[in-house]
């Protein structure tokens, strides 16, 4: 739980060292998970203060239209010779013989509930706001972090390809021995290989009844195979039925384009194979061409915001 104090890494690195009698290196993992969690929980805190504020203003903004939408409406029937005015009403009273009540009475209802819906967001927001951050550290999970000047990138865990050879502390050395070892299979993926030099850390945790290990590392930089973008490049626009592409020159003069057969809502297989289709023949257009492709970065989360006054469609 933070309860708002500073974080002295120095501090609780000395204190897991002389309290549970592990190495400096062991003290690091722990400290990185902890701080991880407790990092994500200050992150989700304040994403999901933003959401809720965006929805509570979405909330307001509709609620002060439909109240002067039904004022304007009111103050318009309330006119002696309303029949035969030329500005017209803006909300016109009307009835429903399906669901046998008038819009104006839906409105109302509409209204009262947006108003408890505000009140809700204004209390949530008030005790996030208030209480204190708290984050769970599993305990079936331990983390390795390794500096980049040591041997294969952690001291720790020592990794050849085929064998994995893991320090115990020094408090379990009478249980498990100085080292555990065991086989890991080799990662024959051509893409972000495990590089032989750089910083490693290494993910422990318990799942499905067995253990899994995972390694996070700085891969090796891709070298370019195109020119650069300002020799011209390949926009694309991803849609849910297509992705469109066009290629311009350096000066920005369209010199081609196309579609892509992208379909959606397909089941989980056939969507990865049409994804790694549309990938290939994008792929094909750069190398055609020369190349880079470049898309837009999109963020939807203040229309998410809105999508309750906006309605379904």
């Known amino acids: 739980m933070m309860l708002g104090e500073q974080f002295n890494k120095s501090h ?126 599993p305990k079936n ?36 021995g100085k080292y555990v070892e065991s086989k890991i299979g080799n990662f024959r993926s051509n893409i972000n290989r495990l590089p032989a030099t750089g910083a490693k850390t290494w993910h422990f945790y318990y799942k499905v009844g067995k253990w899994c290990v995972a390694v996070s590392f700085t891969p090796s930089k891709v070298e370019r195979v195109s020119s650069s973008v300002v020799y011209g490049c390949i926009g694309i626009d991803i849609n849910p039925g297509s992705i469109g592409w066009a290629y311009i020159d350096a000066v920005g003069n369209l010199k081609s384009h196309g579609q892509i057969p992208f379909k959606t809502g397909l089941p989980n297989g056939q969507q990865q194979a049409t994804i790694v289709k549309a990938g290939l023949d994008l792929a094909a257009l750069a190398t055609k061409y020369q190349c880079p492709i470049v898309g837009e970065e999109l963020d939807f989360s203040n229309k998410k915001e809105q999508l309750r006054e906006r309605g379904k469609k």
């Open 12 to 137: 609780w690195n000395s204190h897991l060292q002389t309290t549970y009698g592990i190495s400096k290196r062991h003290a690091n993992g722990v400290i990185a998970s902890s701080k991880g969690a407790v990092d994500s929980a200050k992150e989700c805190r304040i994403s999901h203060i933003k959401t809720l504020e965006g929805k509570a203003k979405s909330c307001e903004a509709w609620l002060k239209k439909a109240e002067r939408k039904l004022k304007l409406a009111r103050k318009f029937y309330a006119k002696k010779n309303w029949q035969n005015s030329k500005s017209g009403c803006v909300f016109p009273l009307s009835s429903s013989l399906k669901y046998r009540q008038t819009n104006w009475q839906n409105l109302r209802v509409q209204i009262h509930n947006k108003k408890r819906k505000l009140t809700r967001y204004r209390q949530i927001l008030a005790t996030l706001k208030s209480i204190p951050i708290r984050a769970r550290v």
């Open 141 to 176: 999970q331990a983390f390795i972090v390794g500096p980049k000047d040591e041997s294969h990138g952690n001291q720790v865990c020592q990794w050849d390809g085929d064998n994995f050879k893991f320090r115990v502390p020094s408090c379990l050395e009478s249980k498990f």
